[in-house]
């Protein structure tokens, strides 16, 4: 249904380097390049990649990086935080691998296969530190800020807004219980980006449509908790943009359990009784809700087609 693939479009990227998976990297990279060739490529994001790990991403994917332009890989980098003395040098590593796999530089290495770091998220805790970090990244670079959610986030994202190419991030989870935000947190930080139009991107704990609980790691005796659902953050967002929804709204979104919540058809989706056409949708994931990242790719796609909503 075209209401699944806009909401669905570009929405994952795979963070197979880490947990619960925490993939080597000839694994991560060989089943992203697999993923590319899949049947549901159009669904998959950006490769995620720690700075620290370009040298071992760049041995691991020789050979599979493409030699076509318009078919370039696109990474999202891990940085040192916002304030840290560190930054800088990891910018450097970003500029110098750019340098080396463009196909259309002409100091550029044309073995070296087809990829650009687009994209960096980095944690800040302050404002301050966020404002300098911003004063050093390139224009063509976007940048996402992993913001702390457990006090008002309300001032880092209003200190974020109006910045181009800027963004927030949060985390949704992690694979102990008390890694995950509680639903009131998660609901006031994803209002507050929404007043302030910041866009946001989303990691951690959404590998699953719908919440629930779940195991928080692949091992048989592994601890379960309730974990949101990738549907729920991407619903609730897309509504609290366009529709403006207040924080009560976006949590009863975000605590719901059931799929006859969510009607999806060609025109749009049906959320709790609120329809939110195509066109409206597609605008909130383009300037809002971006992407979440996920340490597998299967599980997104597979629980989607247990639930009719993607073809098996």
Known sequence: MQSVRTLMTASVDYAGLFP?????????????????????????????VPVARLDEFERAAQGLLPADPMDVWRLTALTAPAGDPSLDADLDRIFEFNAVHSLEDPEGDPDAGGAVIDMIELKADDSRAADAAIDIL??????????????????LVASLAGEPGVGAKVRTGGVTPDAFPSPEHLARFIVACSAAAVPFKATA????????????????????????????????????????LGAPDVLRILEETSRDAFTFDDRGVIVRGRRLENDRLSRARESFILSFGSCSFTEPVDELKALGALPS
């Open 20 to 48: 619960p998976a925490t993939l080597d990297m000839h694994a991560a990279v060989r089943n992203y390049a697999d993923y590319r060739a899949g049947p549901f490529a159009w669904m998959l994001g950006r490769f995620v």
């Open 138 to 155: 390139p224009q063509d670079m976007r940048a996402f800020f992993e913001l702390p959610i457990h006090h008002d986030p309300r001032g």
């Open 205 to 244: 704990g959404l590998h699953h449509p719908l919440r629930a609980p779940y195991r928080l790691t692949y091992k048989p005796d592994a601890p379960t908790g309730v974990m949101f659902g990738f549907l729920n953050v991407f619903l609730a967002s897309a509504l609290a943009y366009v529709d403006r």
